[in-house]
């Protein structure tokens, strides 16, 4: 079956701090990746996702990621945090067909200080 | 707005209710998913559908039931509530692979927290 390892579970930073939260996956075929962000209390967002093409993919808020096919990894990244950074960050995978299931990863939370 | 919407938002139930969440898309996607979301274990999918009248077993259906009699809603249903089922239930719908939309384009609902006691 699928999985989605997150190795970081809980990441504490200061502001200004560099941030590269790790993701791998276990599917050796094609498959779509996705990095969402859970601010408290609220639902779901879409930070960047990779199809196809330049493996370094830009998303918002100054977050991109970079697919290394040979490691089947998907690291997050960010030169600089900023206290509004403080949610939960979940790695997805989907597998085309068959549903388009999206399976997740177990979450990281990431705490920024000022 | 269009986009996915969850009722109820918060539910208390007492163990042996039952009870049936609803989600509601205005964005004619045809693929629909239920996941509960645990701390310390992401979101696990419970069931999902392909289209109007289909449904599957996600990774965690035991004690939920689900429907898709239309295609803009997707039912969720727990016959008989266990405190086990205790948890944030996120709704998500995209279009069919290369039916339009944004690609790979996922919107997840604002949840539902419930509690079972």
């Known amino acids: 079956a699928q999985s989605v390892s997150q190795h970081n579970h809980h990441v504490i930073l200061s502001e200004a701090a560099s941030l590269e939260l790790g993701c791998n996956y276990s599917?050796?075929?094609?498959?779509?990746l996705f990095w969402y962000v859970q601010y408290p209390g609220q639902h779901l967002q879409l930070l960047l996702k990779y199809f196809s093409g330049d493996p370094l993919v830009k998303g918002i808020k100054g977050f991109e990621a970079e697919f290394i096919k040979s490691k089947f990894s998907f690291n997050l990244r960010k030169p600089s945090v900023q206290w509004s950074d403080t949610a939960e960050y979940f790695c997805a995978v989907n597998r085309p067909g068959g549903g388009n299931k999206l399976t997740f990863g177990t979450g990281t939370q990431l705490k920024v200080e000022l | 707005n269009a986009g996915v919407t969850q009722t109820p938002k918060f539910r208390v139930l007492k163990t042996g209710q039952s009870m049936t969440l609803l989600c509601a898309q205005d964005?004619?996607?045809?693929?629909m998913y239920w996941y509960r979301q645990d701390p310390g274990m992401g979101l696990r999918l419970i069931h999902y559908s392909v289209g109007e009248g289909t449904t599957a077993k996600g990774e965690v259906p035991d004690g939920y039931n689900v429907s898709r009699l239309k295609k803009q809603n997707f039912l969720l249903g727990l016959e008989s509530a266990a405190p086990s089922q205790t948890s944030v239930y996120f709704c998500a719908s995209r279009p069919t692979p290369g039916g339009g939309g944004i690609i790979g384009g996922y919107t997840f609902g604002s949840g539902t927290r419930l509690t079972v006691v």
């Open positions: 599917y050796g075929g094609t498959v779509n």
């Open positions: 964005m004619n996607h045809e693929y």
